[in-house]
């Protein structure tokens, strides 16, 4: 049931917490976990015809959304890394994943989000100028936590970062080179936290709807504009076909029967 839940969130990044969570206790489950499953079988028969919608656009720029819960597994404490990555209006991916170690502070785990979504957009940068599709500015992420940006931005917090001194690096690098634009962004509007924990339902489906997850009725031709309809099947008119019972001839006109069977004794005769 879980595995079955893993590969539909391919399509619904909505699921993405929800699923990611259940799976942490794969190893070891309880009742109480398969009605965690059951529930997110429910919802997903609520909402079976929506799907993520893609829209035509000349908008050649990255964009993503960082975040982190911190310490929110009750269990180990770590912190659940959330990111999203737009190509101009579109979604191209979305994760929801625990990270490896504990974070001793908020602004760590949200660094360690912004340096995983990093090599992540940077990946998608590199496909891009592959394809060549040229991309009209550097790639940007969005972030919740002006400590995480001031980190990315000054050197002088290195001393202060030893603990995460790769993820550190990494990121700094590719700010300084003006590779990689950090921004900060409300937390009312940062789309990434649907990927770290649960929200009220209002707050979800804002959410949701920002990560073009809208009624998609599935459709094998395409859109209606690929559809022409099929030409109607010409049926013959009613009178040009006579209608013919099975206890009675075919031929409304009975003399020719007659006439017909005197010939074939006639002929018989002759021979």
């Not at 959410?207 to 030409?231: V, Y």
């Not at 099947?233 to 009975?254: E, G």
């Amino acid at each position: 049931m879980v595995g079955g839940l893993q590969y539909l969130t391919l399509a619904r990044p909505d699921i993405s917490f929800a699923v990611n969570q259940v799976c942490q206790f794969m190893h070891n489950p309880r009742s109480s976990h398969l009605q965690v499953v059951k529930r997110i079988f429910r919802y997903i028969k609520g909402t079976v015809a929506q799907g993520l919608v893609f829209h035509e656009s000349t908008d050649f720029t990255l964009r993503s959304f960082s975040d982190a819960d911190w310490a929110g597994s009750v269990d180990d404490q770590r912190s659940t890394t959330g990111a999203c990555i737009f190509f101009g209006p579109n979604l191209l991916t979305w994760t929801a994943k625990k990270q490896s170690t504990v974070s001793r502070s908020s602004t760590e785990a949200k660094y360690r989000a912004i340096a995983h979504t990093a090599a992540e957009i940077r990946w998608f940068g590199f496909l891009f100028r592959e394809l060549g599709i040229p991309l009209r500015s550097a790639p940007c992420i969005y972030v919740d936590n002006l400590s995480a940006i001031y980190m990315a931005a000054n050197p002088i917090f290195h001393a202060r970062t030893q603990h995460i001194e790769i993820d550190y690096h990494f990121v700094r690098e590719l700010v300084a080179r003006k590779a990689l634009h950090t921004f900060y962004v409300p937390s009312s509007h940062q789309i990434a936290d649907i990927f770290t924990k649960g929200l009220s339902r209002d707050r979800f489906s804002v959410l949701k709807s920002k990560l073009n997850l809208h009624l998609a009725p599935l459709r094998l031709r395409g859109g209606k504009e690929n559809i022409t309809p099929a030409d109607p099947v010409q049926s013959a008119p009613t009178d040009s076909i006579p209608s013919i019972s099975p206890m009675k001839s075919a031929d409304p006109n009975p003399s020719a029967l007659e006439d017909s069977s005197s010939q074939a004794q006639r002929s018989v005769s002759q021979i």
